[in-house]
């Protein structure tokens, strides 16, 4: 699976999926997409990466463990949900603030929070089972 | 989307408008807590060392909450809060009634015991593993499942204890866990998927997922396959509470992880099965119930039975109490066979008895093994005169899992006997017995050979050590055990909330109340 | 159009069922994601089979038009299909490292949790 090719085109296929991913997500707010298949899109861009160069670069490129990635993504969507015993309203109701960013009212919701972090969880437990099977493959 | 104001919808035709009480709030702490407390240790993976400083704490806060909530409960009726404020049955409900917040409570207090016992027993290589935060999403599915309204979200608990708990029996990767893990992912997965397949069919009769609305219209509709969704159900749950002939994954693989996460198993997974055997065949089905009850009860014999046979024929302590599980699992069947209200409260007390009691065996049975070096029947032994207070204790357990007096087994087992032989069905009572017969034997074997002989010379050198360093185990057994006894001393408050359950489970309309306050359905 | 897709589901079923019954464990694996499908498409199937436009609320518009399909069946297909992906991704670790470890894929001669020649309990004191 190493050819130069490959090894060449890998970071810039990695780099791609990653925004694409990021795209999918916050698309998935009021179209087809959304945390989970962002998620998937971003997990199955390390796993190319990890394929190219071994399983410790996509290490050290994360930084993070994946499932402590996996735990911060948890964490977001439980917190998302808590948020409305403060306004008052049943558990995981959505809630909105309409914020003035450069000129543009952007609406934000804790809808999206909780879709962060249901795809922070994804990446993080796929890479962490991609990268356990790769690294099985190394020995 | 523009500014709120452009809205002009009325929002009270879907919307919950009433802001919800802290009454409401319990109903979803358990699960939310728990899940929390688990990303939290996912994210400190490096410091290890203080997991058990967060993870004890949240379980105590656990048993409080579950505490709360059932006084809450079995004072003012079920409970019911709705998901995203939608309206029932659109919005995911949380209810609760007497017999969830029951469950909930006695299995927060199993995971408090495993979880203490886990400070020592599990070492620096099996937090890492990630020992902590599987314990705290586990507890987060157990008591997701018990407080839930809703059959597919009950599914989706189900998937989140089933997905932790690989975690934790993999736990240290040894071979002997490989296996047995395999057969137990492999056959459980077929028996959610079963639980699937039903949902699938159920959504299809009744276009509704939400518990109370199908109790509502189960009673009404003609004409519908209802008889082949329940035997698919029951087939689901008894594959997951490990009945025979479909418990052959239990025995299989319990005994292979650390002896903390075999007290955690034994105590709580079945468990959930009969709770939503219970709740489903029981509570939205009552017409096919009585129908399929002879088939429950044939199983309910042969369980038991079988199960006391399998506890005599094996030398390894962890497998024997597998059996015991087993054994507990068709007592409690027995009870939902009756289809009476005294044979469904004994289900339910022995539910509560057997978390409690399941958990403590097998913390004990891993306390013997710290003792004598050994896991067997035939190597072990001298641990009365090493430890007199300890065999105290455990005689006091075995005798509580035997179903004898002055413990905890006793009351429900003598509600069962009553209940079967009130609906004139002997032979569902001789199974019950000669079941705690066979248990008696098993387990006064392991006192005799465990802790009255005298240990074989080869044992010796083990001896010195390992006494003193397991207090918390020792807190642990402890603690179980003071419940075990004076839920056996004074049974009157597990008994009448007990029979409140099978009340709720038998006539629904308070748990119906709680979820459409106007009376029926839309 | 039901008729034809209860008998997809029932040979993906027989399909699934037939290699779960298996000794190989990669077939028992394959057998999974098989039932998970067949699931699936009977969720699908149980929601009512339409041809009509999904339920996504437009843009400038408050409500669903009166056409469309019934989301609730498509809602629980994903969830079911996240949660058995995510097992299917578990088990194929765990099959290959029980290949691994264990140096076979013969379920029969996994035997290692419950060896064959176990010894009886001591029959005397």
Known sequence: MNTLIFRTVAPFL????????????????????????????????????????????VRRALWFHPLSIAGAGLMLSVVSGLISAFAGVPFMTGLWIYPKLFGVEVPLATVISFDIGVYLVVVGSITSIALALEEKDDA | MASPSSLSVDLSQAFVMAPPGLGEWLVILPPALMITAGALLMM????????????????????????????????????????????PPFGIAFTVDVLGALMALVSALAGLAAGIAALTDISDSGRRYGFFPFLMLLMAGVSGAFLTGDIFNLYVWFEVLLISSFGLLILGSEKQQIDGALK?????????????????????????????????????????????????????????????PVNFWLPASYHTPRITVSALFGGLLTKIGIYALLRVIVMLFPVQREELSLVLAIVAVLTMVLSGLGMLAQNDLRRMAGFAVILGIGNMLAGIATDTMVGLSGAVLYALHSILAMTALYLVIGRVKALTGSWTLSAGGGIYSMAPGFAFVSLALFLAVAGLPPFSGLWPKIMLVKASVDIGAWWLAAGILISGFLATIALGRTFLLAYWRPAPESAASVIAGPLKQDRLAAVAILGLAALIVLFGLFPEAPLSLSQQAATGLLDPQSYVRSVFPQGGAQ | METLFAILVGILFSAAIYLLLSKQSVRVLLGIALLGSAVNLLLFTSGRLTREIPPIIAAGLDALPNNTANPLPQALILTAIVISFSFFAFLLVLTYRAFQELGTDNTDEMRLAEPKNEPMPPTGY
């Open chain 1, 14 to 57: 990695t780099a791609l999926m990653i925004v694409f991913s990021i795209f999918v997500l916050l698309r998935g707010h009021n179209e087809p997409g959304g945390g989970f298949i962002g998620g998937l899109i971003a997990a199955s861009a390390f796993a190319i990466y990890g394929i190219a160069y071994g399983v410790a670069a």
């Open chain 2, 44 to 87: 400190m993976r490096h410091r290890v060392d203080r997991h058990g400083f967060i993870a004890i704490p949240a379980l105590v806060a656990l048993v409080l909450i579950d505490a709360a909530l059932l006084w809450k409960v079995s004072t003012g009726g079920p409970v019911t809060m709705m998901m995203g404020r939608w309206l």
């Open chain 2, 184 to 244: 137990y992912a492999v056959l459980n997965l077929i028996g959610t998927t079963l639980f699937l397949i039903s949902v699938g069919y159920l959504y299809a009769i009744f276009g509704t997922l939400n518990m109370a609305d199908i109790a509502l219209k189960a009673r009404e509709i003609n004409g519908a396959p209802l008889m082949t969704l329940s035997a698919l159900f029951i087939l689901a749950f008894a594959m997951k509470a490990a009945a025979f």
